[in-house]
């Protein structure tokens, strides 16, 4: 039976799940029975995912950082909502925790490339499940037509700090990994981003 053909037909286990994610050829989410096939990014949204990763990676390593940078084919699995995800950008510090082999269990730092489809999920639902994790500490959003990028840190249980840049010459405070993230090198693959005097809202 195929990942489509289980989705459709009966609530898959986890189990499931990965030995069918495992052989197919498209990515699909996991939502505590359901199986929720990704539609694939735009020239965009790959680019800007791509060059987040790199510019956190160089920062890292120019800060001596014992933390991985993992791309958007690394699954995430929320133990609380029973939900597996393929964040755009994962940052793990130390050593990395899994489950199945294949599930990271401890991120530090996620970041989201915002497209129309995902943003309003990933900016309320989505994040309110990342914020079971016990190890995640900051949350990054990324808009794919527009210079801007938002970001919430958790100082405490109970208080999140957010913080915001717009445009080509800002860069992002990430407290989580005590460095910067230039927004020239997030943008730097995009040949055309909208009007950079406007700052769009969700």
Not at 143 to 166: H, M
Not at 178 to 195: F, H, P, Q, T
Request: aromatic letters at 10%; one cysteine or more.
């Amino acid at each position: 039976m195929s990942i489509a053909e289980q989705s459709a037909k009966r609530p898959a286990s986890l189990q499931v799940y990965l030995e069918e994610e495992a052989q197919s050829a498209t990515k699909h989410e996991f939502w505590d029975g359901e199986i929720i096939a990704m539609a694939g990014g735009s020239p965009a949204h790959n680019k800007i995912a791509n060059s987040v990763g790199t510019a956190i990676d160089s920062a890292l390593d120019k800060n001596h950082k014992d933390c991985a940078v993992f791309s958007s084919d690394q699954q995430v699995y929320i133990p609380k909502y029973n939900r597996c995800v393929y964040p755009d950008c994962t940052v793990v510090c130390g050593e990395e925790e899994l489950s199945g082999n294949t599930m990271l269990l401890n991120p530090l730092l996620i970041i989201e490339v915002l497209s129309e489809s995902t943003k309003q999920y990933d900016s309320t639902d989505k994040f309110e499940a990342y914020r079971s994790i016990p190890s995640f500490k900051e949350y990054v959003l990324v808009w794919q037509t527009i210079p801007k990028v938002q970001s919430w840190y958790k100082e405490d249980d109970q208080l999140w700090r957010i913080s915001s840049a717009f445009g080509l010459d800002k860069t992002l405070p990430l407290y989580s990994l005590g460095c910067e993230l230039a927004l020239i090198d997030i943008y730097k693959r995009v040949k055309s981003l909208g009007e950079q005097d406007h700052p769009q809202a969700f």
